[in-house]
């Protein structure tokens, strides 16, 4: 069973645009591509959803491509509490397994 | 606004040692979910409850028991603990149709260590 990567951590200035990349190349055909974030000691918090092409919320966009086995989260102008823990969550296989990713770990500073 | 609410917030076992770690939603969601989270490392699922009566094994079942005992809770179970299952414990939410599906509400955790 594939697994669904994505880089370790990224380091970024406050201000910065920030673009995070999931690898999901046996995503099941209907299932759509849900982001979460996570700071220290509490459970992952849903950022932003999307099944097809461009998708943007108050906080960020994610930009799927055509073959839809990749995901890539864009975080604009980050802060300092923008440090936190991403995962992207999809179902993959034949048997439509929910897969969370290895998780990106995003530091800001000043 | 409770959300998924679970108890307890710490435990420690000594090995062998049984517990049940409690888990409550009340936003009306078909699915709940449980995970553990090992230190520095990404979330794995244990097993799953897609409906009332009705649960299936994730990617790490063994050694766990579940019950959903009715629409809101869903317990997980350690009947011999062992050091390898010290970890943070989450329990989290869906609905079941189309893109709420995977838009999991999660709980606070339990943060497990079995001696």
């Known amino acids: 069973l594939a697994k669904t990567t994505q880089p370790i951590s990224m380091d970024s200035y406050e201000g910065q645009e920030v673009n995070i990349t999931c690898s999901h190349n046996?995503?099941?055909?209907?299932?759509?591509i849900t982001w979460y974030q996570q700071f220290p000691s509490q459970g992952p918090r849903f950022i932003i959803q999307g099944y097809k092409t461009k998708v943007t919320n108050e906080v960020a966009s994610l930009f799927i491509p055509a073959d839809r086995k990749s995901s890539t989260l864009s975080l604009p102008r980050v802060s300092l509490s923008d440090t936190a823990v991403y995962y992207c969550?999809?179902?993959?296989?034949?048997?439509?397994?929910?897969?969370f990713g290895t998780g990106t770990r995003l530091q800001v500073t000043l | 606004n409770a959300g998924v609410t679970q108890t307890p917030k710490f435990q420690v076992l000594k090995t062998g040692q049984s517990m049940t770690l409690q888990c409550a939603q009340d936003?009306?969601?078909?699915?709940m979910y449980w995970y553990r989270q090992d230190p520095g490392m990404g979330l794995r699922l244990i097993y799953y409850s897609a409906s009332e009566g009705t649960t299936d094994k994730g990617e790490v079942p063994n050694g766990y028991n579940v019950s959903r005992l009715n629409k809101r809770e869903f317990s997980l179970r350690l009947e011999s603990a062992a050091p390898s299952q010290t970890s943070v414990y989450f329990c989290?939410?869906?609905?079941?149709?189309?893109?709420?599906?995977?838009?999991?509400?999660f709980g606070a955790g339990t943060r497990l260590s079995v001696l």
């Open positions: 046996n995503i099941a055909t209907n299932d759509y």
């Open positions: 936003m009306n969601h078909n699915s």
């Open positions: 969550l999809v179902e993959v296989g034949t048997a439509s397994k929910l897969t």
């Open positions: 989290a939410s869906s609905g079941e149709q189309g893109a709420a599906k995977n838009i999991q509400y």
